[in-house]
């Protein structure tokens, strides 16, 4: 078989399997929906609280742009899959482009170039390359036999695409979004059948390196590692947050302080708690309760994504579906750890909980695409043989 | 075109890798539930704890000083309030920040915040530092605008000590001042911004019932230090209102009859011992202590040869003089060497073997009894009388009326004065000749006598009864011990001994010949009866004795002390005085005159054994300046 007609093959309409828009409508998980919205309903509460009980300033506006999302999210899940699998190195070079452009005209935050406003929406490329990241290694291993992921030589190419963005994203810097890039990146393989041992040894590589790499940190990354083994011995400075934190899991309790009662959230001892900090709210307001409650929305999220891998007909769905449900699970895993003082302090949102709109377009963008491999689980592609 | 229907080849395979992550993932957030288990329930009450230290400030407050009044509830010492800053370090972010500040809109001087700095290091984090007393309306105002800068600072108002009557009753109302820093280490509630500590007078003695218990405010804050709101407050227990005994209008009216003199006169009701007025002149403004006194005045207070600080009244030491003719009589009685008839000649002087005691001016009495020696004043008369009854007996006497004896006077600094015995006299190697006992019956030597001590002689003297002085009424409303007559004894002494006593004193003020003749009561139906004294301030010089010893010519300090003891009425004995003009010459010229205006006033309007029940008008002195 010559590999042009297969190459070609790809970029043909779909034929056998197209279905009608109100079908299309129809597959698409409700219940992952719903848990989506449940969730933005949290965040919504949340939001509610952290203004002192009032919808503005940060509520109203969130659910906002929640709803935007979420039409988003439903018109990319109309989106054949196979055109999303068509444009995603495109896409992939974007995000490379939207990075080099942020370091260069980005708005600076926190001493950090991460956000740029396209069309009034703020955007964090970093966010937007993690998708597209999943996407082009989905692409990529979506055409690989067995035979060709034992090749190193093969998976060479995968890791420089891996590694190009992580180094342009710590270069931002921002370290807990390059090391959620490269973790990604590593599932991606993972689900692609790469050998564990493979990673093993990345894994070494990296432990050795690590101490090296240390020195080249950033003074308020490597403060944040020194915070986090230590956070008491500044209480008042980066170690707060973390102190501050900490007290407001622990005195909601086991059934919480009560809505727009949790005294560190209404009192203001935790700075910017609408965004980073956000599910410290709902955990001093409802306890362990809600606390789990929340997990459980999470996790259900967790769940379908992987289920929509697991259904997927196609590797390259499989694999998007995989990478998409755990960059969810990275968001929500960093951020609950951070909150709760098991890992360094880090940038990194509850996604539909936390107050802004990068994350939120970032991830709903994902989700549309993770519908879109759910709408067209059983699409064909064309084999192509390498 | 050969299209592959669905890739079953690597279908298991990723299933089971999506299955081990998602397994992992499982994992990796069993282990954030564990870990929201122990931070939540485990650890509850810790982190409980910790939030309500966050977020709950609590701050102790002074309680408000309570009132001194008089008898008839008229503020002698009151409370004013005013706006002052304080600051809670502890709901401040950065404490350099607040100071800097602060002190764009209130300047502080270098000293002041060195001193707030101080403060702060040895405070407990509940009670508040002073950083600026006596705020301006403009800077309290200039405070309240600019809160959001100003974390932790709190504008509060507060009380000053007032003193209505000021210098008229400085020496018994007393004042107050800041605690220093070790009372302030010792007890932490002095620390307190607005806690004041009683000095002297009143304000010390009843300084426990005057200070009151500590309240406290607790208030949610923020982050910022910002309160959020007043959870809860307790005003403390605010001091007890003292009554002193004293009749303001009666002190007025001391203060106003002493003049320009330095002295003290004290009326006592002479059948309780409480005191109805006390001045000692000159005085000092005690409002000054408050703030902190000039070191200018203070300078010269302490230059001031009249000693305007010293409670003159209680612990101004003099030689009685002739008003110690009593108690010298009264001794003499007990001890049987003199009888009330017994008959003693004045030739002008007593020959003691070398050296001649002299009567004043040197005129002879002839055969005179004790009545009419009390009433000329007759020294030679007492000489003998002294020399017969001996100086122990005189000394046992003397404290028996109150003289060289701890009196339980209620107020600080008191001095019991001094009357002198053999034993006294062995003990600080004095070699007691016959001569000193002689000098003993005129009251001069070593006897030292407090104007308080000699008003409480006057007044055991008219009542019979062994009455203290104090100056303490009520406190918080309640009778104390000894207002009333029944809670004295009577003294250990002949009723008909203390009846000729009294008969002699009669005499003094209302026969023609008498010593005080000219100031007797002008009241019809009231007499009163007393005794003068004109005392040597020191042995005379060859020079001085070359004059009159109460000659006008002498400088100041050198005039003899005029003094002046009486009683009225003399049928019912209600009110006791004690006057002495320091270097005022004649008791009958200087002092004398002063009680009968005294004794003029209290016969008239009568303060003794009343009062104005407590509960009526007990306000502060003033608004807010």
């Known amino acids: ?153 093969f998976l060479l190419p995968a890791v420089l695409t891996i590694l190009v963005p992580v180094a342009l994203i710590l270069k931002e810097p921002n370290l807990g979004t390059a090391v959620i890039t490269a973790l990604l990146g590593a599932t991606v393989m993972a689900g692609a059948g790469v050998r564990w041992w493979k990673f093993a040894i990345v894994i070494l590589v990296i432990g050795v390196a690590a101490p090296v790499l240390y020195h080249h940190l950033h003074d308020y990354q490597r403060e944040r590692i020194v915070t986090f083994m230590n956070p008491g011995s500044d209480p008042l400075g980066a170690g707060y947050n973390i102190i501050q934190s900490k007290i407001a899991l622990g005195s909601g309790g086991f059934g919480g302080q009560g809505f727009l009662h949790g005294t560190q959230n209404q009192l203001n001892f935790l700075p910017e708690k609408q965004t980073d900090f956000v599910f410290t709210i709902i955990a001093e307001e409802f306890g362990f309760l809600g606390s789990v ?29 995989l990478g998409i449900g755990m960059n969810f699970f990275l968001y929500c895993a960093v951020n609950l750890s951070m909150v709760m003082g098991l890992i360094p302090v880090g940038g990194v949102p509850l996604p539909l909980i936390s107050y802004g709109g990068s994350a939120l377009t970032a991830v709903m963008l994902g989700f549309g695409v993770l519908m879109s491999v759910h709408v067209h689980r059983d699409a064909e592609f064309a084999v192509e043989e390498f | 075109m050969p299209f592959m229907k669905r890739d079953t080849k690597g279908r298991p395979a990723f299933t089971r890798r999506a299955a081990l992550i998602g397994l992992a993932q499982l994992g990796i957030f069993g282990a954030i539930g564990t870990r929201l288990y122990k931070l939540q329930v485990t650890e509850h009450g810790k982190y409980a704890l910790l939030a309500q230290a966050n977020s709950i400030s609590e701050r102790l407050v002074a309680p408000e000083r309570g009132l001194i009044t008089d008898r008839f509830g008229v503020i002698l010492a009151g409370n004013q309030q005013h706006w002052r800053a304080l600051f809670m370090a502890a709901q401040a972010p950065d404490t350099q920040t607040v100071l800097d500040n602060f002190s764009k809109l209130v300047p502080l001087s270098a000293d002041e915040r060195a001193r707030i700095m101080a403060d702060l290091g040895d405070r407990p984090q509940y009670i508040p530092v ?105 005003p403390g227990i605010a001091g007890k209102i003292v009554t002193l005994a004293i009749d303001s209008g009666l002190q007025s009216l001391a203060v106003q009859s002493l003049g320009a003199n330095a002295g003290a006169a004290v009326v006592l009701d002479a059948t309780n011992g409480e005191i ?64 009330p008839d017994s008959v003693l000649t004045c030739t ?41 009854v001996g100086v122990d007996r005189i000394a046992e006497m003397a404290q028996q009326l109150g003289i060289g004896t701890d009196l339980g006077l209620d107020l600080p600094n008191a001095s019991p004065g001094l009357v002198p015995t053999i034993a006294w006299a062995r003990e600080r190697g004095i070699h007691w000749a016959p001569g000193n006992t002689v000098v003993q019956g005129i009251g001069q030597g070593y006897t030292q006598v407090t104007p308080i001590a000699q008003a409480t002689m006057i007044a055991r003297i008219a009542s019979g009864m062994a009455v203290g002085p104090h100056v303490t009424r009520r406190v918080g409303g309640d009778l104390q ?25 009669f005499e003094v003020v209302n026969t023609p010949s008498g010593t005080a003749y000219a100031d007797r009561l002008m009241i019809p139906g009231v007499q009163m009866a007393g005794k003068t004294g004109t005392a040597q301030v020191h042995n005379a010089t060859a020079a001085e004795k070359a004059k009159n010893f109460n000659d006008a010519t002498l400088a100041w300090a050198d005039r003899p002390n005029g003094l002046f003891v009486g009683f009225a009425p003399y049928d019912a004995p209600k009110y006791a005085v004690a006057v002495i003009i320091e270097h005022g010459l004649w008791g009958a010229i200087s002092a004398a005159p002063v009680a009968r205006d005294l004794m003029t006033y209290a016969i008239q309007n009568d303060p003794a054994g009343r009062d104005k029940p407590l509960g009526t008008q007990v306000s502060d002195a003033g608004a807010p300046s």
């Open chain 1, 293 to 321: 409650a929340v997990l459980g929305l999470l996790f259900s999220v967790v769940l379908i994504a992987l289920y929509t891998a697991v259904r997927s007909e196609h590797q390259f769905g499989r694999l998007v579906a």
């Open chain 2, 276 to 339: 109805l007025a006390m001045a000692s002149n000159p005085s000092f403004d005690p409002s000054l202590f408050d703030k902190g006194v000039p070191a200018d005045v203070w300078n010269g207070w302490m230059a001031d040869p009249m000693h305007p600080l010293q409670n003159k009244a209680t612990s101004g030491l003099f030689a009685p003089g002739s008003t110690f003719k009593p108690t010298v009589a009264l001794a003499a009685l007990k001890a049987g060497s003199l009888t």
């Open chain 2, 481 to 505: 011990d000894g207002a009333d007559p029944g809670d004295w004894e009577p003294l250990d002494i002949d009723d008909r001994h203390l009846a000729v006593i009294r008969q002699g004193l």
């Open chain 1, 1 to 153: 078989m010559g590999m042009n007609n297969y190459s070609l093959s790809l970029h043909r309409p779909f034929r056998d399997r197209s279905f009608g828009l109100v079908r299309k409508f129809l597959r698409v998980n409700w219940l992952f929906v719903i848990c989506v919205c449940a969730l933005a309903g949290v965040g919504y509460t949340a939001l509610y609280s952290a203004a002192g009980g009032s919808p503005q300033p940060y509520a109203n506006g969130q659910i906002f742009r929640f709803f935007t999302a979420l039409l988003m999210m439903l018109a990319i899940a109309m989106v054949d899959i196979r055109v999303i699998a068509k444009v995603s190195w495109v896409t992939y070079v974007i995000g490379l482009v939207l990075l080099v452009v942020v370091m260069k005209f980005g708005h600076t935050g926190l001493g950090a170039k991460r956000w740029m406003t396209i069309g009034g929406v703020e955007i964090q490329p970093s966010e937007l390359m993690k998708l597209f990241l999943v996407l082009a290694l989905a692409s990529y291993f979506h055409k690989a036999t067995f035979e060709r992921i034992g090749n190193p030589f």
């Open chain 2, 130 to 234: 002073m950083l600026k007393d006596f705020l301006e309306w403009p800077e309290m105002a200039a405070i309240e605008v600019n809160t959001p800068n100003l974390p932790g600072v709190i504008v509060e108002v507060g009380s000053t000590r007032v003193y209505p009557f000021g210098p008229d009753l400085a020496h018994v109302v007393g004042y107050v001042a800041r605690p220093d820093q070790k009372e302030a280490s010792v007890n932490t509630v002095l620390a307190l911004p607005g806690m004041r500590i009683g000095r002297t007078g009143a304000e010390a003695a009843q300084d426990d019932s005057l200070r009151g218990e500590p309240g406290f405010v607790q208030t949610e804050t923020n982050v910022h230090g910002e309160v959020v709101r007043q959870v809860a407050h307790d």
């Open chain 2, 348 to 388: 002008g002087s007593f020959t003691l073997g070398d050296h001649t005691f002299w009567c004043d001016n040197h005129v002879a009495h002839g055969s005179i009894t004790l009545t009419t020696a009390l009433q000329v004043s007759c020294d030679v008369f007492f000489y003998q009388v002294a020399l017969g």
